[in-house]
């Protein structure tokens, strides 16, 4: 998708989140997200059907979805369509978790990216352009990191100039 190479979308708080939004409206969990250069692939758990009480009567699949910029395009539409038209505006799961990971590379500026997620555990490897090349660097956040990003983040909003929707 190369963020910071042309494309329109410029900004991986924003692009993170509304992908992040739509794996919690598909009921993903234990996702693996590879950056390409139109897009991404994401693999990830989707559960179909419910929990019963002790039996579990939902289904569990490996779904692997393709992501291109225009669909990306269109998420972060329907994600500013719909702020503050919710009855509850709180953010899901990976709605505000790719969030506050997005805002953290928009501070590193990488190249690409790839991550994966473990109960809420994230390993994330990005490559960065410098005077010797590329590197690459590994960047692990707890669920204790995320939790302490996402408790930050209303105050860094606030305070960074740059006006967010809620």
Known sequence: MRIYEGSPRQDWEEVLRCVGAYLDDKGMRGIVFLELDAGFIIQGTSVTGTLGSGESIGRSDRETLQLNDDDVGAFMDEALARRGKTPDPTPKHYESQMRVIGRYLDGLHPRDIFFFELDGAYIIRITQSGQGG??????????????????RAPALRRTDGKAKPA
């Open 134 to 151: 590329l590197k690459q660097e590994i960047i692990e956040f707890t669920p204790t990191d995320i939790a302490d990003l996402i408790a």
